[in-house]
């Protein structure tokens, strides 16, 4: 195991997209993104997915070059066509004046269509909160997912961010797939040997099961909360491909594309000025005093907690990356 610099890091990242034909900005996001999945601990969206983003765009599934077009919806609303790209440089392009229309007029909804999302979403919601805006977003993916009594998967693993300012400049996050699990998990517990928790999947029969290589093979992952992660899971399918004009979930197909991983759907993103609250006291300082009631009441992990904390040791000892994984990465810096 060494343990490599984020910069380092960042770097290395940036290599294996330039030599897998992005631009040099689609590399500086991705490798950016990637790499503090990595060091925040989130590693079913870190150094993990490097192969399959090479495999994507190997296959000629996504457009490494795309140029997202930004369209003005209204005085609230931005729409960005993603061109077959990344959603992470669309959401970069529409940030700047999404961020001026939630100022000017309380709130803005950033509606991305034709993008690709293979990545955590918390770092679509972190740079706003910490800018004093409340952020929610939402991106669904691939039909994984099936919906209670349903004889197939329907729902992507359809992830739901939200970040808030609090007071002292933290920030309030929480960014949680609508599975049990996240897909990416199922993919390293079938690598590693583990056992999924039950009630996490099904097999191919339906029969539940808590073998991950059974859920990946024709089996389907499960709402958490049963029929209320089955509904969170609507909304966002609705939220990110109907309002955005992007494909749900189950539209999605990349046959023509073997080696395709990325889902090509939609990402909404609302802004909200908490500044416009009616709050008497200021907005963060009432996020703060429901952090400290939770505190009070005996919770001693608020989301984010576990990731800020894996951030501040890596940042500090570096990020530990094994002697495999070291070989896999340079092994993809060669087209
Ligand atoms: P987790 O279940 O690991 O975590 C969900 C949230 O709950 C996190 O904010 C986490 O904080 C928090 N949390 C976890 N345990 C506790 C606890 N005991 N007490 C309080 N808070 C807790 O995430 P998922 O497996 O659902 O998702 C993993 C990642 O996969 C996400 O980043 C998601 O965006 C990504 N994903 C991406 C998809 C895509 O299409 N791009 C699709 C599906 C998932 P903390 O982070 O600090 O642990
Ligand atoms: O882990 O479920 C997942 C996932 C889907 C798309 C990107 N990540």
Known sequence: MTHMDFDALVALLRRI???????EAVADILARNCASAERDGAMSHGLFRMAGYVSTLRSGWVDGR????????????LRVDAA?????????????MAIDKARATGACV????????FAALWPDVEPFAQQGLVAIAMV????????????HPVYGTNPLAFAAPRADE????????????AHGDVQIAARDGHMLPADAGVDAAGQPTRDPQAVLDGGALLPFGGHKGAAIALMIEI????????????????????????????????????SRSGSAVGFADRVEQMVTALQEAGQARMPGDRRF????????????????????LEALTTA
Not at 17 to 23: D, E, I, R, V, Y
Not at 84 to 96: D, E, M, R, T
Not at 170 to 181: M, T
Request: hydrophobic residues 45%; proline residues 8%.
């Open 17 to 23: 997209f330039l030599a897998n034909g992005t631009s």
């Open 66 to 77: 795309a140029q997202p077009q930004l369209e003005d919806g209204g005085a609230s609303f």
């Open 84 to 96: 077959n790209g990344f959603a992470q440089p669309a959401l970069a392009i529409a940030a700047p």
């Open 110 to 117: 950033v509606a991305i269509r034709r993008s690709h999302h």
């Open 140 to 151: 669904n993916s691939m039909a994984y997912v099936a919906p209670p009594g349903a004889r």
């Open 170 to 181: 933290r920030i309030v996050v929480f960014d949680q797939a609508v599975s049990v699990l």
């Open 239 to 274: 939220m990110a491909a109907a309002l955005t004009g992007g494909l749900f979930s189950a539209e999605v197909d990349w046959s023509a594309h073997p080696g395709a991983q990325t889902p090509c759907t939609g990402e909404c993103l609302i802004l909200i000025d908490p």
């Open 309 to 328: 904390a894996a951030r501040e040791k890596a940042m500090r000892e570096g990020i530990p990356v094994s002697a495999h994984m070291l070989r896999q």
